[in-house]
């Protein structure tokens, strides 16, 4: 079963396998990449809030020993290599770019890593 349901719309973090518990925490700003069809569970990229960063989260799961990463950092039109072409501003690039996370996912995932992973994550939302 994978672990989030097939959607054409973007979803929230809160969609668990059953037996998970939900948390609500997770409805504030968190965002699921928009899929159509069948998608290959390979990497499972999130959007934190948009008050928040990304660096951050990757630290909080570090601290707690799960390894969570950014995605797409730095972008392309922040590497040396690209420096000298032309560009626009990329708002929208580099506000992904900062929020972008990249979860634990693996064939063998079990229910009980995925409950820890979003209980950190919500953990992170805490005053």
């Known amino acids: 079963m994978p672990f989030l349901k097939k959607s054409n719309k973007t979803a929230n973090l809160s969609v668990v396998p059953r037996g998970i518990p939900k948390n609500p925490k997770l409805n504030k700003g968190w965002q699921l990449q928009k899929t159509e069809g069948e998608i290959a569970y390979q990497f499972m990229p999130v ?30 039109h922040q590497q040396k ?9 990329m708002a929208n690039t580099n506000n992904i770019s900062g929020r972008i996370l ?26």
Do not use: M
């Not at 064939?107 to 992973?117: T, Y």
């Open 47 to 76: 959007l934190c809030p948009e008050d928040q960063s990304n660096i951050d989260f990757v630290k909080l799961l570090a601290d707690n020993h799960i390894e969570g990463r950014t995605y797409f950092s730095p972008t392309c």
């Open 102 to 127: 990249s979860l634990p996912l693996w064939e063998g995932i079990e229910k009980s890593d995925i409950a820890q992973v979003t209980k950190i994550l919500a953990k992170g939302l805490e005053p």
């Open 81 to 89: 290599i690209f420096s000298s072409f032309e560009r626009t501003i």
